[in-house]
């Protein structure tokens, strides 16, 4: 399952607050999004947290974003071990602070060894990058062009040896997909909710 958290700032408008606040209690949506996955099976779930355009809002709400990110990871880390999840960071995390950045590789550490559900989070990620990053891992790699196939670039994506998501979600009612897991989606089911991120509940 891979899923578009998106309609913090209407949230927010919504209730006359400012655009952080949205962000603040989407945090509880992400935390009942993972635990319930993981309860129900789920093999893998992809939050898109945030995208390389994201870094075109203001200065303030990024670090806010950053800030939010790095309390989770440090709240959430030992739920994360107590229900055997593993965590990875799928995009390019050399962009990020080297704090977050540090706190990332904390909690990928940590959960390496566990062997229940796959928790990607999405963080400066783009579907196209993606794509361009894999490519330039294909050609590093010295594979001979005629050689190159759908399995051999997918191997080079930062999913690889993961399964396609079978569904994607997006919430607050936007028909797009911003440029999210533009490989991995050619065959998932799309499911857009109008209930806004904060508000999603499994
Ligand atoms: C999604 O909510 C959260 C992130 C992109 C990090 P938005 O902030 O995009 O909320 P809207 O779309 O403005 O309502
Ligand atoms: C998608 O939401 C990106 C994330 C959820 C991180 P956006 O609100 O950034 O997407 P657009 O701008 O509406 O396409
Ligand atoms: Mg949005």
Redesign the pocket.
């Known amino acids: 399952v891979a899923i ?3 309609g913090n700032g209407r949230w927010a408008a919504r209730r006359h607050l400012p655009r952080v606040e949205g962000h603040r209690a989407g945090i509880d949506a992400v935390r009942d999004a993972v635990e319930t996955s993981a309860r129900m099976g789920i093999r893998v779930l992809t939050l ?4 390389m ?2 870094w075109k809002r203001p200065r303030a709400e990024v670090s806010t974003l950053m800030t939010l990110l790095k309390r989770y990871l440090r709240l959430e880390l030992d739920t994360l071990l107590r229900n055997g999840i593993r965590f990875r960071v799928i995009g390019r995390p050399d962009a990020l602070a080297p704090d977050v950045r540090d706190e990332l590789a904390r909690a990928v550490e940590r959960t390496s060894g566990n062997t229940g559900m796959q928790f990607n989070i999405a963080l400066n990620y783009g579907g196209r990058a993606e794509i361009v990053d894999a490519a330039r891992r294909l050609i590093e790699s010295g594979v001979a062009a005629a050689d190159v196939d759908e399995r051999r670039l997918a191997d080079c994506l930062y999913t690889a040896g993961q399964p396609d998501p079978d569904l994607l979600i997006r919430t607050s009612g ?1 028909m ?1 997909i ?1 440029n999210f897991l533009l490989w991995q989606i050619a065959y998932a089911e799309i499911w857009v909710t109008d209930t806004l991120w904060p508000d999603f509940r499994c």
């Open positions: 578009i958290m998106d898109y947290a945030f995208s355009e994201n936007e797009r911003s």
